[in-house]
């Protein structure tokens, strides 16, 4: 089924749009949580969470990109569920190790700067416009989708270690962006 | 700022950032390893038929020169047979190696030329030779010989079949060669086959006329009687030695009374030399 036809199901209040989401896009979701949380009980709560949000938001956004949309929902059920329950000590999966990546970037100060999120991201879209096509690959693969170094490598046909030193890289040329767009780090 | 920040920021990409990413949901973007696959493949198409090419060159450049090695053995060997010298190594070598010059002439429709190419052509491939002046005689003898089955037909059309096979040339070559040996050692005995003219036979007797007088050795010569039998086949009869039935050398008569011949044709064989005789 169409990615429209889906989402007119959900427009429609029709409960089978939960049925079509789920075989189409039931695996993409639970890679991605299970990247995140790295367990199996807590990637199907983020994915139950991630259909009635879905459920919720529909009506109002229409997304032409049902996967993207339904990823970005994911990814972000899944780091909730990751802090809370890695609040009181670091995990040791690949969001920690991700986490310990941006630090590098961003450092450790605290919250209380007010960082406009949606702003941030208008800077981070510009910064993966300006790379070529694999490297933002790897740098989504990596940052988003939160994956082993090892499973890009293995997509991109790289070894792992080109992948670790070209997402060294990244991250180099990515704080030298933010810090050119008045970004405090 | 911190990681966190950026980690919750990354949810705001732009979706066909997200989607260029999803392997799950599209091809791996860069398959790599497959088109070096493809690249050795295309490498096998070429170079296995450039080798198999390269081995069938070889051996058949290897064939020729082991030929052409065993042929100029051959014809060391001639050369060193006083009876037979230099002209028949010289005309096989020259026949073999200029046969495409031989048959490009014989195609152009005149035998002539070709059989006089053919003789030059054996002259030019054996200058280290010097064949005795007396021997081009026999040089141009041969290379008539050689096409001398066309004898009745069109000269043209005789001297490419006589050129133009492989086979047949080869055939000729071992012939002449079987020839040339027995002649070779009847020589070497001091014997030669005559060249018979007539033949009568009457009562037991036979009376054959000799282009020349037989020598004393000519009894060492061996002989044959064979009987046509109108199948195509001789029924051999008889065969030994010359002395064995020889009356009279001058004219030649064989006493033939021992075989008892009934009515029919029949063949005398001496040396390499053959006539028919009939019995009434």
């Given at each position: 089924?169409?990615?429209?036809?889906?989402?007119?199901?959900?427009?429609a209040?029709s409960e089978?749009?939960?049925?079509?989401?789920?075989?189409?896009y039931?695996?993409?979701?639970?890679?991605?949580a299970?990247?995140?949380?790295d367990?199996s009980?807590?990637?199907?709560?983020c994915?139950?969470d991630?259909?009635?949000s879905?459920?919720?938001?529909m009506?109002?956004?229409?997304?032409?990109?049902l996967?993207?949309?339904l990823a970005?929902i994911?990814?972000?059920?899944a780091?909730?569920?990751y802090?809370?329950?890695?609040?009181?000590?670091?995990?040791?999966?690949?969001?920690?190790?991700?986490?310990?990546?941006?630090?590098?970037?961003?450092?450790?100060?605290?919250?209380?700067?007010?960082?406009?999120?949606?702003?941030l991201?208008?800077?981070i879209?510009?910064?993966l416009s300006?790379?070529?096509?694999?490297?933002?690959?790897?740098?989504v693969?990596?940052?988003?989708?939160?994956?082993p170094l090892t499973?890009?490598?293995?997509k991109?046909?790289?070894?792992?270690?080109?992948?670790?030193?070209l997402?060294?890289?990244?991250?180099?040329?990515?704080?030298?962006?933010l810090?050119?767009?008045?970004?405090?780090? | 700022?911190?990681?966190?920040?950026?980690?919750?920021?990354?949810?705001?990409?732009?979706?066909?950032?997200i989607?260029?990413?999803a392997?799950?949901?599209?091809?791996?973007?860069?398959?790599?390893?497959t088109?070096?696959?493809?690249r050795i493949?295309?490498?096998?198409?070429?170079?296995?038929?450039?080798?198999?090419?390269?081995?069938?060159?070889?051996?058949?450049?290897?064939?020729?020169?082991?030929?052409?090695?065993?042929?100029s053995?051959?014809?060391?060997?001639?050369?060193?047979?006083?009876?037979y010298?230099?002209?028949?190594?010289?005309?096989?070598?020259?026949?073999?190696?200029?046969?495409?010059a031989?048959?490009?002439?014989?195609?152009?429709?005149?035998y002539?030329?070709?059989?006089?190419?053919?003789g030059?052509?054996?002259m030019?491939?054996?200058?280290?030779?010097?064949?005795p002046?007396?021997?081009?005689?026999?040089?141009?003898a041969?290379?008539?010989?050689?096409?001398?089955?066309?004898t009745?037909?069109?000269?043209?059309?005789?001297a490419?079949?006589?050129?133009?096979?492989?086979?047949t040339?080869?055939?000729?070559?071992e012939?002449?060669?079987?020839?040339?040996?027995?002649?070779?050692?009847?020589?070497?005995?001091?014997?030669?086959?005559?060249i018979?003219?007539?033949?009568?036979?009457?009562?037991?007797?036979?009376?054959?006329?000799?282009?020349?007088?037989?020598?004393?050795?000519?009894?060492?010569?061996?002989?044959?009687?064979?009987?046509?039998?109108?199948?195509g086949?001789?029924?051999?009869?008889?065969?030994?030695?010359?002395?064995?039935?020889?009356?009279?050398?001058?004219?030649?008569?064989l006493d033939?009374t021992d075989?008892?011949?009934?009515?029919?044709?029949?063949?005398?064989?001496?040396?390499?030399?053959?006539?028919?005789?009939?019995?009434?």
């Amino acid at each position: 089924m169409q990615d429209h036809e889906i989402v007119d199901l959900y427009w429609a209040r029709s409960e089978s749009a939960i049925t079509e989401t789920n075989v189409k896009y039931g695996s993409y979701c639970r890679k991605i949580a299970m990247n995140i949380v790295d367990n199996s009980e807590d990637s199907e709560e983020c994915i139950n969470d991630t259909y009635l949000s879905a459920w919720n938001t529909m009506p109002q956004e229409r997304p032409e990109l049902l996967g993207s949309y339904l990823a970005a929902i994911i990814r972000n059920h899944a780091l909730t569920l990751y802090r809370k329950t890695h609040s009181q000590k670091r995990g040791a999966g690949q969001t920690a190790l991700a986490l310990d990546e941006l630090l590098e970037v961003a450092g450790t100060s605290s919250t209380e700067d007010m960082v406009d999120m949606s702003l941030l991201s208008e800077h981070i879209n510009r910064f993966l416009s300006g790379l070529n096509k694999n490297e933002r690959i790897a740098f989504v693969r990596r940052y988003f989708y939160v994956d082993p170094l090892t499973d890009i490598a293995s997509k991109l046909s790289m070894s792992e270690s080109a992948v670790k030193s070209l997402l060294f890289r990244l991250r180099g040329r990515f704080k030298t962006y933010l810090m050119k767009e008045g970004y405090e780090l | 700022m911190n990681g966190n920040d950026l980690m919750n920021a990354l949810s705001g990409i732009d979706p066909k950032y997200i989607d260029e990413a999803a392997f799950e949901l599209h091809e791996s973007p860069a398959p790599k390893k497959t088109s070096k696959i493809v690249r050795i493949n295309r490498f096998a198409l070429i170079a296995i038929p450039a080798a198999a090419a390269l081995l069938l060159t070889v051996s058949v450049v290897l064939t020729r020169m082991h030929v052409g090695k065993s042929e100029s053995t051959s014809a060391g060997t001639a050369m060193t047979d006083a009876a037979y010298p230099a002209p028949e190594a010289a005309s096989e070598a020259a026949y073999d190696a200029d046969s495409e010059a031989a048959f490009d002439a014989a195609s152009e429709a005149d035998y002539d030329m070709a059989s006089e190419a053919a003789g030059e052509d054996m002259m030019d491939m054996a200058p280290g030779l010097e064949a005795p002046e007396a021997s081009k005689g026999d040089n141009a003898a041969a290379a008539e010989a050689s096409t001398s089955d066309a004898t009745g037909s069109s000269a043209a059309s005789a001297a490419s079949e006589t050129s133009g096979s492989d086979s047949t040339l080869s055939a000729d070559f071992e012939e002449a060669e079987l020839n040339d040996s027995e002649r070779s050692y009847e020589s070497k005995k001091g014997l030669t086959s005559p060249i018979l003219e007539e033949a009568e036979y009457e009562d037991g007797i036979l009376t054959v006329t000799v282009k020349e007088a037989l020598p004393p050795s000519a009894k060492e010569l061996k002989y044959s009687i064979t009987a046509a039998d109108g199948s195509g086949s001789d029924t051999p009869l008889a065969e030994g030695t010359l002395g064995d039935i020889l009356l009279a050398p001058d004219p030649l008569t064989l006493d033939l009374t021992d075989l008892d011949l009934p009515a029919g044709t029949y063949t005398l064989t001496l040396g390499t030399s053959t006539i028919s005789f009939t019995c009434k």
